[in-house]
Nanobody, 115 residues
Framework: QVQLVQSGGGLVQPGGSLILSCAASRSLFSGYIMGWYRQAPGKQRELVATMSSGGGTNYADSVKGRFTFSRDNAKNMMYLQMTSLKPEDTAVYFC?????????WGQGTQVTVSS
């Protein structure tokens, strides 16, 4: 069973930037769909971005042009670079791996955008 450990996050002012990291316990890139999700207080978890094992990415409309999903194959790492952050981006962010419908989640990390 693959495990995911997240790091990064914290408090940032509006317009600022953060990078979230997610380390996997094994190679990510054979048949996995990688993802970043977020959950704001009182709301359902929502998709932020996904990346196929081939490297194709998709982003939620709310983050397009501001967030970038990347990975490092050699380190079994995936990243979410967030720029031009807005208060509405405040949420707990989760990385995920989906292989044939079986989803593994990271532990979550808080991102707070506030002045």
């Amino acid at each position: 069973q693959v495990q995911l450990v997240q790091s990064g996050g914290g408090l940032v002012q509006p317009g600022g930037s953060l990078i979230l990291s997610c380390a996997a316990s094994r190679s990510l890139f054979s048949g996995y769909i990688m993802g970043w999700y977020r959950q704001a207080p009182g709301k359902q978890r929502e998709l932020v971005a996904t990346m196929s094992s081939g490297g194709g990415t998709n982003y939620a409309d709310s983050v397009k042009g501001r967030f970038t999903f990347s990975r490092d194959n050699a380190k079994n790492m995936m990243y979410l670079q967030m720029t031009s952050l807005k208060p509405e981006d405040t949420a707990v962010y989760f990385c995920s791996l989906n292989k044939m419908g079986i989803v593994t989640w990271g532990q979550g990390t808080q991102v707070t955008v506030s002045s």
